[in-house]
């Protein structure tokens, strides 16, 4: 298949990883939304990739990879809660990371249905240290994602909604909020998430303050690598994470 974009052309050929590519003058990228691929310029994918992590408000460049220090640190905070009752033994187990973590790494999915093939930041977190948390707070806030009136799991569940409210009078309107995740404001979101946490878990013991430690361990504390350079996380979610589209949702949802 043959895409008419300029500087741009899907091919139905395997994905090449970046480190096999490190020496070529193209990269092959999987494409935003599409069951395509891409091959472009690769220093025009550099580029635009570096433009979305120069936004200091969503990230910081670091010298070192924090990966391994955030990892303990966590693993004393985790037992640091068990110890105090914070926790139960088997929320410790959920949590803690394998020692060793493996360092979040981040790449970037062309938009080709966008002008100028702008680039989705994804965060690849799968077996970081901080994945299983994300994974634990992500199962809190599922009855509060499923309960929200604008929450739609899927195409069947959105063809009901519209079936069934067929005869309500109004105009349907599509609204896009553009680059959701890295504009979720922290300090606004993870309150409401706690809240809702609150509300459909009012036994659990963890207080508030660690509760919010928790949520930024996952935002705050994601260091990742990009072209052999390490950045932070500051004041937003990223896809690749399995509690970020729910974060994004009810921040939404709250507005």
């Known amino acids: 298949m043959r895409l008419a974009i300029p500087g741009a052309v899907a091919l139905p050929v395997p994905i090449h ?90 790449y970037f999915l062309v938009k080709v249905h966008k002008n100028n093939l702008p680039l989705r930041p994804i965060i690849s977190s799968y077996d970081s240290y901080n994945y299983n948390t994300a994974k634990y707070l992500a199962n809190l806030l599922a009855p509060a994602l499923n309960d929200a009136p604008s929450y739609v799991k899927d195409t069947f569940d959105f063809v009901d909604k519209i079936q069934n409210n067929k005869q309500m009078p109004g105009l349907l309107c599509s609204l896009d909020a553009s680059s959701l995740f890295t504009n979720v404001p922290l300090e606004k979101a993870i309150p409401i998430a706690i809240e809702k946490i609150r509300n459909y878990h009012s036994l659990l013991p963890i207080d508030d303050t660690n509760l919010k430690e928790l949520f930024y361990y996952w935002t705050k504390r994601t260091n990742f690598k990009f072209n052999n350079e390490n950045y932070d996380q500051q004041n937003c979610v990223s896809m690749g994470s399995p509690l970020a589209p729910i974060l994004a949702h009810l921040f939404m949802s709250n507005l």
Do not use: G
């Not at 070529?24 to 690769?42: E, P, R, T, Y």
């Not at 433009?51 to 990230?59: G, I, S, T, V, Y």
């Not at 990892?71 to 914070?86: A, T």
């Open 17 to 106: 990883s970046h480190e096999e590519m490190s020496n070529c003058l193209v990269l092959v990228s999987k494409v935003d939304k599409w069951n395509a691929i891409v091959v472009l310029n690769k220093d025009d994918y550099l580029s635009k990739a570096q433009e979305l992590l120069n936004d200091q408000r969503a990230f910081k460049k670091l010298k070192s990879n924090l990966a391994i220090k955030r990892e303990h640190e966590f693993i004393n905070f985790l037992l640091k809660l068990k110890r105090n009752k914070r926790i139960t033994e088997d929320d410790y187990k959920i949590m803690r990371p394998r020692t060793d973590s493996r360092t979040t790494e981040a």
